[in-house]
């Protein structure tokens, strides 16, 4: 039998727009301080889109990034996906736009919505398309501008979210090397613990929504966390087992950036040591979908993870959705 197609990491890109906001700014702009922001949540700072950036440029950055780490241009790609919940627009998909940018001719571009795991089930997506042989190069991105949608005088979510973007590009290969798992799931039961009540086709925009801030993150802040701390816990459980690994087998775990204190729980529950969990949400906050990338990238450029590095991402976020993956660098 032919040895099976593996989709396997063959560059990465970031991006990070330069504007930092911190702690101590936010004192200054809603009723809280760096002391109770960083002691509920690890945040420090975070960066904010300025003026003349967005999505798309955040993403068309990292996706330059990400095709210069692999050796390769725009004319090498065979597919974009850009996981994103801030898109340039309803329509058409944040991922045309980068695909223009690129001057990626004719190839197929689409945007995937699943909030803080969307980077992972990009990654799922596109290691489908190139183990069944339909494309050998996938672009695969995940790009916010999450702060245009926060509402500053509510100070339980403005000190949360931050903007950046991250990319890696997916190339075939027949040795042990790529994806190894991906586990999705969703819960659409949970759909009001974190969303954006207006501007969609069950509320559109009027007036009225813009006047009630319904076109700002809401999010239910306890739901939230205790969804988080048990989804955290099961992926590691999930992706280990299916795996057959322990945690000694584990070079780095990469989870979405949420709160520092749901990543320590997780670590103990299983005895990863806090030096295996890749954490730089002190420095971004959450920033959903380029989460996982930001860290992971950061992680790999500091030479905590290397060729034969077996990598474990984990997610969950809004929607609600929940995934983990297994890799082999």
Same mark, same amino acid.
């Given at each position: 039998?032919?040895?099976r197609?593996r989709?396997?990491?063959?560059?990465?890109?970031?991006?990070? @727009?330069?504007? =930092?906001?911190t702690n101590?700014d936010?004192e200054?702009?809603v009723e809280?301080?760096?002391?109770?922001?960083?002691?509920?949540?690890?945040?420090?700072?975070?960066?904010?889109?300025?003026?003349?950036q967005s999505?798309?440029? !955040?993403a068309?950055?990292?996706?330059?990034?990400?095709?210069?780490?692999?050796?390769?241009? /725009?004319?090498?790609?065979?597919?974009?996906?850009?996981?994103t919940?801030? @898109?340039?627009? #309803?329509?058409?998909?944040?991922?045309?736009?980068?695909?223009?940018?690129?001057?990626? =001719?004719? =190839?197929?571009a689409?945007? $995937? /919505?699943?909030a803080? %795991?969307? &980077?992972i089930?990009?990654l %799922?997506?596109a290691?489908?398309?190139?183990e069944?042989?339909v494309?050998?190069?996938?672009?695969?991105?995940?790009?916010?501008? !999450?702060?245009? &949608?926060?509402d500053? %005088?509510?100070?339980?979510s403005?000190? $949360?979210?931050?903007?950046?973007? *991250?990319?890696?590009?997916l190339?075939?290969?027949?040795?042990?090397?790529?994806?190894?798992y991906?586990?999705?799931?969703a819960?659409?039961?949970?759909?009001?613990?974190?969303?954006i @009540?207006? *501007?969609?086709?069950?509320?559109?925009? /009027?007036?009225?929504?813009v006047?009630a801030?319904?076109?700002? #993150?809401?999010?239910?802040g306890?739901?939230?966390?205790? &969804?988080?701390?048990?989804?955290?816990?099961? !992926?590691?459980?999930?992706?280990?087992?299916h795996?057959? !690994?322990?945690?000694?087998?584990v070079?780095?775990?990469?989870p979405?950036?949420?709160n520092?204190?749901?990543?320590? %729980?997780?670590?103990e529950?299983?005895?990863? @040591?806090m030096?295996?969990?890749?954490?730089?949400?002190?420095?971004?906050g959450?920033?959903?979908?380029?989460?996982?990338?930001?860290?992971w990238?950061?992680?790999?450029?500091?030479?905590? =993870? *290397?060729?034969?590095?077996?990598v474990? $991402?984990?997610?969950f976020?809004?929607?609600?959705?929940?995934a983990?993956?297994?890799?082999?660098?």
């Open positions: 039998m032919p040895e197609l989709a396997a990491v063959a560059g990465m890109g970031v991006a990070i @727009p330069p504007r =930092v906001l101590a936010l200054k702009m809280t301080s760096d002391e109770w922001i960083t002691q509920r949540t690890g945040i420090k700072e975070r960066r904010i889109v300025a003026d003349g999505t798309a440029t !955040l068309t950055e990292a996706a330059r990034n990400a095709l210069a780490d692999a050796g390769m241009t /725009s004319a090498d790609i065979d597919l974009i996906i850009c996981a919940i801030t @898109p340039e627009m #309803i329509f058409p998909a944040t991922a045309c736009f980068v695909q223009q940018a690129l001057g990626a =001719v004719d =190839v197929p689409f945007d $995937l /919505s699943a803080c %795991s969307g &980077f089930y990009a %799922s997506i290691a489908q398309f190139i069944a042989g494309y050998r190069r996938v672009l695969v991105i995940g790009a916010e501008a !999450l702060t245009r &949608f926060v500053y %005088s509510d100070r339980a403005c000190v $949360l979210f931050g903007d950046g973007a *991250g990319a890696a590009v190339q075939a290969g027949r040795d042990d090397r790529g994806l190894l991906s586990v999705l799931h819960d659409g039961g949970g759909w009001d613990y974190i969303h @009540p207006a *501007g969609g086709a069950r509320t559109p925009s /009027s007036r009225a929504t006047g801030g319904g076109h700002y #993150i809401k999010m239910r306890r739901e939230v966390y205790r &969804f988080a701390v048990e989804k955290m816990q099961w !992926l590691l459980g999930d992706c280990l087992e795996c057959n !690994l322990r945690p000694e087998d070079d780095l775990v990469v979405h950036q949420v520092v204190r749901i990543l320590r %729980s997780a670590a529950k299983f005895n990863f @040591p030096d295996k969990i890749a954490v730089n949400i002190d420095r971004y959450n920033t959903a979908a380029a989460s996982i990338p930001l860290a990238y950061e992680a790999r450029q500091a030479g905590r =993870v *290397g060729p034969g590095s077996t474990m $991402l984990i997610a976020g809004a929607g609600l959705t929940w983990g993956a297994v890799l082999k660098m």
